[in-house]
């Protein structure tokens, strides 16, 4: 009974460790897999989807934008999208702006209303219009009921956005390499415990 749960045992846990393997190397498979990505789908906009999913900004930077003749528009909405995810202010300004596409300002504004960030407000230069309605800092401090003196008191930025049962990607890439390095010290047990009772079972046969 005891050999039947250690069997069970090992063969869960080996399925966990190799889907921890395979969420570790999740940015490179999805990379690849956006590129391999069919002419109805763009793998710009498939990186972008895996970046903002994941809250990781450096991979917007592998959006390359050859899908789109005048802008870039999914290589802004990434920074966007993550800067208001996370509300990391700072990310607005890799924020390049283009024709129809995001820019620092409507980023700034994003990640200020999504966030009751007042000093997000306080950082926007000038004002813009979209879609006949101008956005200023006094339209932004009245939309999210804040006013510049709140600025120092703005929410802190947020770590990358929980994914599993609220489990941030932190802590699920902790767990992943804690069920392999189980596994692997499972494995290695194992394999020496065999050794071993074959060297006793080797040396009763020689008695």
């Known amino acids: 009974m005891k050999t039947f749960l250690a069997v069970v045992g090992y063969i869960g846990l080996t399925l966990l460790a190799a889907v921890s393997g395979i969420w570790i190397v999740r940015e490179p498979m999805s990379v690849k897999a956006c590129a391999a990505v069919k002419r109805n789908f763009s793998p710009d906009e498939c990186i972008k989807t ?120 932190d802590k699920l890439d902790l767990m992943a390499y804690s069920l392999l390095g189980l596994w692997a010290l499972w494995t290695v047990v194992g394999i020496g415990k065999k050794f071993a009772d074959k060297k006793r079972a080797d040396q009763k046969a020689g008695q």
Not at 113 to 133: D, H, K, V, W, Y
Not at 134 to 161: M, S, V
């Open 50 to 169: 895996v970046a903002v999913y994941l809250s990781k900004p450096e991979l917007c930077e592998r959006v390359t934008g050859t899908d789109f003749k005048f802008e870039n528009p999914p290589k802004q909405e990434c920074y966007t999208e993550i800067a208001a995810r996370t509300n990391d202010v700072s990310l607005c300004a890799k924020v390049e702006g283009g024709l129809v596409s995001e820019t620092k300002f409507t980023c700034l504004y994003r990640v200020a209303t999504r966030n009751q960030n007042a000093a997000a407000c306080t950082a926007l230069p000038g004002a813009e219009s979209r879609f006949g309605i101008e956005q200023n800092k006094e339209t932004c401090f009245k939309a999210i009921g804040r006013t510049e003196t709140d600025a120092a008191a703005a929410p802190p930025t947020r770590g990358r956005t929980p994914i599993v049962l609220g489990l941030g990607t």
